[in-house]
């Protein structure tokens, strides 16, 4: 079965690190391009960061300079390194197969609350 | 960049046919046909329902379709069922590898 399995998320205080990993099955991460969107009940989805196929990386503002967005062919993941937290990183993450320019397949989503 | 603006909530009876929409600006979804559509039910993932404006995923239901003009863009939903009910997220491709999502509109089935 197509489908992608998030996991690592749990309670950080603000200034830690947390690593989402983002497990897939039925098809290879590696050849396509990869998302991560976060969700928080105030302010809905929001874009976080892509992978495309041929490594090239980028980050909403956001985020950029805190996380990082990184693969491992090897286990078919997909990991997020977030460093520097702050509260307002607190949000379920959904890792997401990106087609041409729209999310074609979500994981279930990891909860990450940043406490002070 | 700012989110897109949806409304907060809309509602209809069985059967009938609701339109939501979801608004941006020329540097976004006036700029692009790539906006979609995303169905989510409480405590599950988004599950995208329309891409690239007005396309359907293989086995979607063709009571769903898309639509855009200007900066608006506009998800349609015909003969309305109970399973409907959900909340529905717009996204589009805004340049340099971004994206913006609105914040998502309530469909309740009355």
Redesign the interface.
Known sequence: EVQLVESGGGVIQTGGSLRLSCAASAFSISTNHMSWVRQTPGEGLRWVSIIYKGSYIYYADSVGGRFTVSRDSSTNTLYLQMDSLRVEDTAVYYCARVSAEYFDLWGQGTLVTVSS | QS?LTQPASVSGSPGQTITMSCTGTSSDIGS?Q?V?W?QQHPG?????II??VNKR?SGLSNRFSGSKSGNTASLTISGLQAEDESVY?C?T?AG?????????TRLTVL
């Open positions: 989110a692009y790539l979609s995303y599950k993932a988004p599950r995208l891409y690239e995923p997220h996204c491709y340099r590898s971004s994206w913006l999502f609105g914040g998502g």
